[in-house]
């Protein structure tokens, strides 16, 4: 499978912002995705990205995709204290396959 | 509601006895899909169906089999578990193609194996 790198863990004061990063390996994957796992639950999606984007802006959330270097980054703005979860990003390839990241942990201290 | 569910959410079992993990979609969803998560490894797909009676062997297969009888079911069967399936087990299901579609998942089965 493709291979999703990135960081493991993350610590933030509430009120400031929170950057979770990833790089990716396949190319051609035409989405890039952000999931969020809050404890005890599944997954869910956070926003997406299509390939030909740059920056995706979606309320406190911005995407930033770097094609080039293959590198996705999540940026929280005015985290708050709900966004402690684990964050996973993912990349579309094959037939609707998502190939995960191993998850960052980002702990929001009030 | 739109949703995906999983039974049982949490299962303790003995090395060799099989064990099937339900997961139901409602959603009419063609692709369906079984992810692992494992501390430091995040989730590996295991095995994926993109409609009845259409399945592939995701990245770690070994000791699993599915079915898809009918397009809402996708049961994850484990014959012989093992200690090392000791794991958080998530089901998924989305609409096919190649567009980016949602995956919705569901609540998670928590397997310990002894």
């Known amino acids: 499978g493709e291979d999703v790198e990135q960081s493991l863990f993350l610590s933030v004061r509430e009120g400031d912002s929170s950057v979770i990063n990833c790089t990716y390996t396949?190319?051609?994957?035409?989405?890039l995705y952000w999931y969020k796992q809050e404890p005890g639950a599944g997954l869910q999606l956070l926003t997406y990205?299509?390939?030909?984007?740059d920056m995706k802006q979606d309320q406190r959330l911005t995407v930033l995709l770097n094609k080039k270097d293959k590198h996705l980054s999540l940026r929280i703005a005015d985290t708050q204290t709900g966004d402690s979860a684990i964050y996973f990003c993912?990349?579309?390839?094959?037939?609707?396959?998502?190939?995960f990241g191993k998850g960052n942990q980002v702990v929001v201290i009030p | 509601e739109a949703q995906v569910t999983q039974n049982p959410r949490y299962l303790i079992t003995v090395t060799g006895k099989k064990l099937t993990v339900t997961c139901s979609q409602n959603?009419?969803?063609?692709?369906m899909s079984w992810y692992r998560q494992d501390p430091g490894l995040g989730l590996r797909q295991i095995y994926y169906?993109?409609?009845?009676?259409?399945?592939d062997k995701g990245d770690v297969p070994e000791g699993y089999k599915v079915s898809r009888k009918e397009k809402r079911n996708f049961p994850l069967i484990l014959e012989s578990p093992s200690p090392n399936q000791t794991s958080l087990y998530f089901c998924?299901?989305?609409?096919?193609?190649?567009?980016?579609?949602?995956?919705?998942f569901g609540p998670g089965t928590r397997l310990t194996v002894t």
């Open positions: 990205i299509f390939s030909n984007m």
């Open positions: 169906s993109m409609n009845v009676e259409v399945t």
């Open positions: 993912a990349e579309l390839y094959g037939n609707n396959r998502l190939a």
């Open positions: 396949d190319s051609s994957s035409t989405y």
């Open positions: 998924a299901s989305s609409s096919a193609g190649t567009g980016g579609y949602e995956q919705y």
């Open positions: 959603m009419n969803h063609e692709y």
